[in-house]
């Protein structure tokens, strides 16, 4: 009887030989699921041009992709974020943040769509306020007050950007020196902010700065939110929450009167859930003032600590985006200025109310109320305070 030890060798090379094929295809097939934007381990953050400014200034464009495919375009002028996609409830990817498509837009008259905020958000009265025995002017840009750091604010500067690309969360900073008197403001102040999408779908922002003078500091980010992720919607659906039990009344030019209101039996409690529009156009003083709500929360729980804040739900997409942050106060503003002149990047025109947005910040004019916390940044000292917009699906 012949050996079978060659027909034995043969069938297990045959065997090991097919396992190894399949093996390969295996690692292949894993391999091209992968996201394209990783590579070796990190999320890659890609860098393109936006086009230029009058003064022929080239504007960068930063795209950050997480291993989920959400995506977020942030560009140089401004600080701006120019579109966040983020899932539907299906799973389908699209753009949340009002914007344009082009740098001629920023830099025409618009609403500070997506822009970093500095040095103080919201308004300053008069434009005029006094600190350590000196009175400071500030340029002003809303009737007679300041609004958002004056007629070239942070909104309007070219920041410096750096990508911190990692392996679960990719990042951008940028950072700006605001020269001493710039916009009225004492004070040389460097200013860096941070912009981390994250593997679990938050945008993370983080806020620093220092001076060399003793100066004010409020800043913020101005995204205006439609979570339908079809801006020629409206906004009156969304379910809103804002953990605060009391709101700033503001005058007829929406400079808080120095009043803390409860907001208990009044339109302005979002403490539980509610549509944007169920009591938007009811007989308000302070909802007339406003043309809607543009005004500011004063938000349960301690400042410095992070903590939920607020939230928007859209029943028709799915999309919940919760907030946290370690500020004291966030301002609620519903679009009421929108009014159909502003161009839409894939045609037509961001209608009444067709965004949202909901700042987190300290007080408004708190440089000259007394009563409201301080917004006082002095040499040696360093501002520090993170915001964070969560997306998820429900």
């Not at 041009?49 to 291993?67: H, R, S, V, W």
Request: with cysteine; aromatic share 10%.
């Amino acid at each position: 009887m012949k050996s079978l030890k060659p027909v034995l060798y043969f069938l297990a090379f045959t065997l090991f030989a097919s396992l190894n094929i399949q093996c390969k295809e295996s690692k292949k097939d894993k391999t091209s699921e992968m996201p394209e934007n990783i590579v070796e381990d990190k999320l890659v953050i890609e860098k393109s041009e936006f086009g230029k400014t009058e003064d022929g200034t080239a504007i960068e464009q930063y795209t950050l992709i997480n291993a989920n495919g959400v995506e977020m375009n942030v560009i140089t002028y401004g600080g701006r974020i120019t579109s966040l996609k983020v899932p539907n409830k299906e799973g389908k990817l699209e753009n949340v943040v009002l914007g344009f498509d082009n740098i001629e837009d920023y830099q025409k008259d618009n609403p500070f769509f997506g822009a970093l905020i500095g040095r103080f958000g919201n308004r300053i009265a008069k434009g005029k306020f006094t600190l350590e025995g000196v009175e400071y002017t500030l340029a002003t840009n809303d009737g007679s007050n300041h609004l958002h750091g004056g007629v070239n604010g942070f909104d309007r500067v070219v920041w410096t950007a750096t990508p911190i690309e990692g392996k679960e969360n990719s990042s951008l900073k940028l950072t700006y020196m605001s020269k001493d008197g710039e916009e009225g403001y004492p004070g040389n102040l460097n200013v860096s902010v941070i912009y981390k999408l994250t593997k679990d779908n938050a945008v993370e922002v983080t806020y620093e700065a220092t001076t060399d003078k003793a100066t004010v500091l409020n800043l913020t980010q101005h995204a205006y939110f439609n979570l339908t992720g079809d801006f020629s919607k409206d906004i009156l659906n969304h379910d809103v929450v804002i953990d605060a039990d009391a709101y700033l009344p503001v005058d007829a030019t929406l400079i808080p009167t120095g009043e803390i209101r409860k907001v208990e039996g009044t339109p302005f409690d979002f403490n539980s859930a509610k549509k944007i529009g169920k009591e938007i156009n009811v007989d308000n003083e302070q909802l007339k003032r406003g043309q809607g709500y543009d005004h500011c929360w004063v938000l349960n729980g301690e400042k410095g600590n992070m903590r939920f804040v607020a939230s928007a739900y859209d029943e028709t997409s799915g999309r919940f985006m919760e907030i946290l942050s370690e500020e004291p106060a966030i301002q609620f503003y519903t679009g009421n200025f929108l009014d159909g002149t502003l161009p839409m990047p894939n045609g037509g025109n961001y209608d009444h109310r067709t965004g949202f947005c909901l700042e987190t910040q300290h007080y408004p004019d708190s440089p000259n109320q007394k009563d409201f916390p301080s917004t006082v940044l002095k040499p040696g000292e360093t501002y520090s305070t993170k915001t964070i917009f969560k997306f998820s699906t429900k």
